[in-house]
């Protein structure tokens, strides 16, 4: 595999140098990548939600099979102890995988209602688990929840809504001191933020950035607080919500996540392929 030449990348605020980035294409053939998150144990794992599987890149060796019969998995979080966490869209649920491969479900309902799709996830270095729960394809048709929302799980296990969403919420992403949460708005083009305690208590909802450039989709944020925003190309914003930079790839970026041993590397799925990029920065790390 060979570093594609640089597509586009466009300046707005000098913060970081981002004038060396190349892009990588490390896998292709899939038909819808979603998911990724590194693993402490040297890998990435991403989604084909379509073809109902999870594969693993393993940087020097390639790709290869890491689950199949996924249940339509789409969002991953690994959490402090090194359990994969994973929103199947099919099932309506989210599970969480132990160290020795025992898949237990960790919610599937609220309030005797089953979820919509759950879509994304992101859990916090205490074990406060947050994800989304839109509304998307099939499961649009047969959905008991009258509302698309944000859920929180406790360490505890115990359940709660953090906010009703005005439009299909997916991407979600936590600052790097774990305090303020973000979620996506795809409906809206937006993205909101809340700021959470220590007991996982979500408050003063806002929305944070306005009129992305398509669809909002996967959310991630480095070490320095910028959020990156998977929509028609990789946005990369301030802790503020101002437009830093934006990196183009060769299909449309769906989700991204920060990777290898130093975390320097971001790896972003897009539609049918997963590409890398190294940055001049690390991703914040919450496990």
């Not at 605020?13 to 892009?23: E, K, R």
């Not at 990548?33 to 109902?52: A, C, H, K, M, Q």
């Not at 099939?138 to 439009?167: C, N, T, Y």
Request: net charge neutral; glycine share 10%.
């Amino acid at each position: 595999m060979s570093f594609l030449s640089l597509l586009l990348l466009i300046p707005l605020l000098p913060a970081q140098d981002f004038s060396n980035i190349h892009i990588e294409k490390v896998s292709a053939g899939n038909r819808f990548t979603e998911g990724p998150v590194w693993s402490r144990e040297g890998y990435l794992i991403f989604s084909d939600v379509p073809n109902n599987r999870m594969s693993k890149f393993v940087p020097g060796q390639g790709v290869a099979g890491f689950r199949t019969d996924t249940n339509g998995a789409n969002g991953n979080a690994f959490d402090s102890q090194g359990r994969l966490y994973s929103c199947e869209s099919r099932t309506r649920r989210v599970v969480r995988t132990k160290k020795d491969g025992t898949l237990e479900v960790i919610a599937e309902s609220y309030e005797g209602k089953r979820f919509n799709a759950p879509n994304d996830i992101v859990v916090r270095k205490d074990g406060h688990v947050w994800f989304t729960d839109p509304a998307f394809g099939g499961q649009a048709d047969h959905r008991e929840l009258d509302f698309d929302g944000i859920f929180h799980i406790s360490p505890k296990g115990e359940l709660d809504l953090v906010a009703k969403m005005k439009g299909r919420p997916n991407g979600i992403a936590l600052s790097p001191n774990g305090r303020v949460l973000y979620v996506s708005n795809s409906d809206e083009r937006s993205v909101h933020a809340f700021d959470v305690d220590g007991r996982g208590r979500a408050s003063n909802g806002r929305v944070l950035i306005a009129g992305t450039d398509g669809p909002p989709d996967g959310l991630r944020v480095d070490e320095k607080g910028n959020l990156y925003v998977a929509c028609n190309e990789l946005a990369i914003y301030s802790a503020e919500g101002r437009l830093v930079h934006k990196i183009q790839f060769p299909e449309t970026p769906r989700n991204c996540a920060f990777g290898d041993p130093d975390f320097e590397t971001l790896y972003v799925t897009a539609m049918t392929s997963v590409y890398r990029v190294r940055m001049p920065v690390k991703g914040a790390v919450q496990y």
